[in-house]
């Protein structure tokens, strides 16, 4: 190592939409971020459309909002609809979707969703890779992230006070090291995390292909005796082949007489494939790392949980673990976290994981080609047909109801904060550009002025009436937008004070 090379604050494994939107929230709060890519350029195919789309669930979309980052997203503005074989619109438009069976925008009650507001962000939207990564690339080298691509995370060590990482010759010192490198994340491989979970069901296929006879496949999504296959555009095949994810694993080259091969077998017809131009393969297999932190290193996104791409929630899991991971670890490096913090994260982070896990092995129990996931299928499809089970459906999907378990001193605790209007054409969300935690006062009492300020640059204090309040009279909120403590009543500053210690250090008493 040079003599004169820094030390940064957090190294980060991987310029990933995880990594990059993490070091953003760590730069947001004063700390000096490295992220070593191994990518030369963040082109790909397959982070392009149809197969680089990403749906994004309601706490991405807060997420990316609550930044100021929402309305650079574009795609989505010419592309309102996710779903390919969706060409429905109105009440019978297809809005998402569980184990391919559809549920449909008319069948959804929103008005279940009490704490959605008028002037609440979207419950989902489509997104792609290449946009997202390009928008959150130009947001960190705003905020002096330094990006260095084609630099690998090749291994690390770690003392009591920091870790030395090596690409190839190269080395670099930071005090904490985030492995966000994706499903085989090579610091999570290294870093001696238990990486427990079940085994895959098959190999799932994305290739472009030219087809000579293409009337012989189906539009749209295909569930078949021996697999499923997805025509999202013409010569965009997607194919689950159910074979225990054994052509996956074998890291054999993927040629076209393969995919020809499969994709007979699975539609069940003679189509030939005249020429491959690109393919990737992918699995089921679920796996969640046993702890998210050992010492100096911690996991974030693909790197900490791997699972199905079906029900589309990896992208938004990891864009979660940065949301809640940025916040607590700048504070933990700027020495104002309070006891604990930093370990709230897993303890936040890894349940809202394992109900994602179960959510993705549930789909592929029912989409197996047997008599016995037929069956349950065709009851799931029958029960879609209701406003409940859409609505539950949806609420799952798009992470409407995600929420940490903070206590049940008040029912809105541990909840994402709505996106309240103030009468003035404030909203909130838009208020946490600067991710400070906020002391909320809809009743504008000077006392709890004074109070936010004993948090210095912590908590910021926001007053005003709001067109709707939901009956509230004052709330503190964490800077990643989650309520830490509310109250309907007149507020009980000792009350706040304990609750605010668990997030935030007091500087004046
Ligand atoms: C077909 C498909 C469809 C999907 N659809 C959806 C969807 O609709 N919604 C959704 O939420 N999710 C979806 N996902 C999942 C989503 O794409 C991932 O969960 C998400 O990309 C994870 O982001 P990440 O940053 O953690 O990892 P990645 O996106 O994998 O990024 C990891 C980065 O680390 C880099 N890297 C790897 N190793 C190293 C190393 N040793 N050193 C340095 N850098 C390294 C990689 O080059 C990469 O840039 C889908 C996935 C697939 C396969």
Redesign the pocket.
């Known amino acids: 190592m040079k003599r004169d090379q820094p030390i940064y604050d957090v190294i980060i494994?991987?310029?990933?939409?995880?990594?990059l939107f993490l070091a953003c929230e760590l730069a947001l709060a004063k700390s000096r971020v490295l992220i070593?890519?191994?990518?030369e350029n963040l082109q790909s195919p397959f982070k392009q459309l149809p197969?680089g789309?990403?749906?994004l669930s309601a706490s991405s979309i807060e997420a990316l909002y609550r930044r100021g980052l929402l309305d650079e997203l574009e795609i989505h503005k010419r592309l309102k609809n996710p779903h390919a074989n969706s060409v429905q619109q109105g009440p019978l438009r297809q809005v998402g979707h569980f184990a391919g069976i559809p549920f449909h925008e008319g069948n959804i009650d929103t008005s279940k969703w009490k704490h959605r507001l008028e002037s609440s962000t979207e419950t989902n939207l489509i997104s792609e890779?290449q946009e997202m990564e390009t928008i959150l690339t130009r947001r960190a080298e705003a905020l002096g992230v330094e990006i260095k691509r084609g630099l690998?995370?090749?291994s690390f060590q770690q003392t009591d006070e920091r870790v030395t990482v090596q690409s190839g010759d190269q080395t670099f010192q930071g005090q904490w090291l985030v492995g966000?490198?994706?499903?085989?994340?090579?610091v999570r491989k290294s870093g001696g995390f238990e990486f427990a979970g079940t085994e895959p069901e098959f190999t799932g296929y994305?290739t472009k292909v030219d087809i000579a006879d293409p009337e012989k496949l189906n539009p749209g999504r295909n569930l078949t005796e021996r697999g499923m296959y997805l025509q999202s555009q013409p010569g965009f095949i997607v194919i689950q082949d159910f074979d225990a994810g054994e052509f996956h694993s074998s890291e054999r080259t993927i040629t076209r007489e393969h995919v020809q091969e499969v994709l007979r077998r699975i539609s069940n017809t003679d189509v030939t494939i005249t020429a491959l131009h690109f393919a990737t393969t992918?699995t089921d297999r679920a796996r969640q790392a046993t702890s998210y932190r050992n010492g100096r290193v911690l996991l974030a996104?693909?790197?900490a949980h791997i699972h199905s791409?079906l029900g589309?929630?990896?992208?938004?899991?990891?864009l979660g673990d940065a949301m809640n991971l940025g916040w607590k670890l700048a504070a933990t490096i700027h020495k104002k976290a309070p006891e604990g913090l930093l370990d709230s994260y897993y303890t936040e982070r890894h349940p809202i994981g394992a109900q994602v896990l179960d959510w993705s092995r549930a789909q592929v129990m029912i989409m197996k080609p047997n008599p016995q996931a037929r069956a349950l299928n065709s009851i799931i499809r029958d029960l879609m047909e209701t406003t409940d089970v859409s609505t539950y459906m949806a609420a799952r999907v798009w992470g409407i109801f995600t929420h940490y378990d903070l206590g049940d001193s008040h029912p809105l605790v541990g909840y994402s904060v709505p996106n309240f209007e103030f009468e003035d054409g404030r909203r909130i969300g838009e208020l946490m550009q600067y991710g400070q935690g906020i002391l909320l006062d809809f009743n504008t009492n000077s006392s709890l002025k004074t109070l936010a300020k004993e948090y210095g640059d912590q908590v910021k204090y926001v007053s005003g009436r709001a067109k709707e309040q939901l009956g509230l009279s004052t709330m503190l909120i964490r800077p990643d937008g989650i309520i830490a403590w509310a109250s309907d009543k007149e507020p009980d500053e000792q009350s706040i004070r304990q609750a605010a210690s668990i997030w935030f250090t007091q500087f004046i008493s």
Do not use: I
């Open positions: 494994s991987g310029a990933g939409p995880v990594g070593l890519e191994k990518s197969f789309v990403r749906g890779m690998p995370l090749t966000c490198d994706g499903a085989r994340s090579v994305s992918w996104g693909d790197a791409p589309g929630q990896g992208l938004n899991l990891g």
